[in-house]
């Protein structure tokens, strides 16, 4: 069979490259083209457009990048038709993903979505229109299956891809002494991010917490994907490193963390390192967001437990002095840092322990035969 995947940021490149994996050992004669990134073109995808031309976040940058998306909704249309699949694979990334669900429903092919983009957070509406135009969904949080009942909507719960990929990872032992670090100071793990906009808005105060803290050492989680220049801000402070595409390695050796908001604080906890959340977005967004988004929290941590477990620091309170605080209450043991680890325990345990992209590779793949 011929599949078209569409994953538009770093994370859905990693799970798609997963599923296409557990699809090949199924349907040994299968061909695979979309939007994606080096890792599915690792697995054999051939790439219609690399996801960096889709890297465009918050309202502002959007009202800036319309005509370059519309131009690759445009040329993504067009290939799918050209390409003729038997099913469209959607990975995430809603804004994009749900246009093109809407032009292949009318065009008749099939939609499967893998990874729900977050309705569940603002416009909920929108699962409506999921409804109409996605065959099946498969989705990695226990509480979305619960929130698409609320629309009428049977989707599957496949398990947490996040999860998984930590439960496979195997720890680098030499992490220390490849960084060059002390194995006597306590390691504090700094996540800004893997976008260009979160580095610019996250790095400064992160910095500035290395800087107030010379007990401790400070490893940021870097990313090949991004421009090296833009870590240069922390290499004057003595006591901050970076350490590029390690971050599993990092967390497993890290005391504590603070983390920008997004997969990663999922994944800190997975490693179950305590952690202070922080976001800061520019004003148009800020208030954009508050005005749209419906949820509590904005941490998965959160999310998933329907509580404050970890601390949530919002725009203006992104400043060195109020994340130093807050940091320095879970990075010795606490009562904080106790309630953190032990609802890291529950996390693990709703998450499930099941292969996601295995189990959803099958679900795809009977579907498939039985339609």
Request: hydrophobic share 45%; proline share 3%; glycine share 6%.
């Amino acid at each position: 069979m011929k599949y078209y995947l569409i994953a538009g940021e770093r994370s859905g490149d990693l799970h798609g490259s997963n599923l296409v994996k557990e699809l090949k050992r199924r349907d040994p004669e299968s061909e695979f083209r979309g939007f994606g990134g080096d890792e599915m073109q690792k697995t054999g995808v051939t790439l219609a457009v690399h996801y960096a031309e889709l890297a465009i976040m918050g309202v502002s940058d959007v009202l800036l990048g319309i005509f370059k998306i519309l131009r690759l909704v445009r040329k993504c249309k067009q290939d799918i038709l050209d390409y003729d699949p038997d099913v469209l694979i959607l990975i995430d990334f809603g804004a994009f993903n749900l246009r093109i669900a809407g032009f292949a429903e009318k065009k008749g092919i099939k939609v499967f979505y893998y990874i729900s983009p977050k309705v569940w957070a603002w416009n909920q509406s929108r699962a409506l229109k999921i409804k109409r135009t996605v065959d099946r969904m498969f989705v990695i949080l226990p509480f979305e299956k619960d929130f698409y009942k609320k629309f009428d909507y049977e989707v599957d719960f496949v398990g947490n891809p996040v999860a998984d990929a930590v439960r496979s990872h195997s720890i680098n032992k030499s992490f220390i002494e490849i960084n060059n670090l002390d194995p006597e100071k306590k390691i504090i793990a700094l996540l800004p991010g893997s976008r260009k906009q979160e580095l610019r808005k996250m790095l400064p105060v992160m910095k500035q917490v290395a800087e107030r803290n010379p007990q401790f050492q400070f490893v940021v989680a870097g990313v090949n994907s991004l421009p090296a220049g833009l870590y240069e801000i922390v290499s004057e402070v003595r006591n901050v490193s970076v350490a590029f595409e390690q971050t599993y390695d990092l967390l497993a050796h890290a005391d504590a963390a603070i983390v920008t908001s997004g997969t990663a604080t999922l994944e800190t906890a997975l490693w179950h390192v305590p952690q202070v959340v922080i976001y800061k977005s520019d004003t148009l967004n800020y208030f954009a967001g508050k005005l749209l988004i419906k949820v509590k929290y904005i941490s998965l941590v959160n999310l998933i437990a329907d509580k404050e477990v970890v601390k949530e620091l919002l725009h203006n309170n992104v400043q060195a002095d109020v994340v130093s605080k807050e940091f320095l209450k879970i990075a010795s043991e606490s009562d904080q840092r106790r309630f953190q680890l032990k609802e890291y325990e529950k996390l693990s345990q709703d998450l499930g322990q099941q292969n996601p992209s295995a189990m959803a590779a099958e679900l795809m793949f009977k579907y498939l035969k039985s339609d």
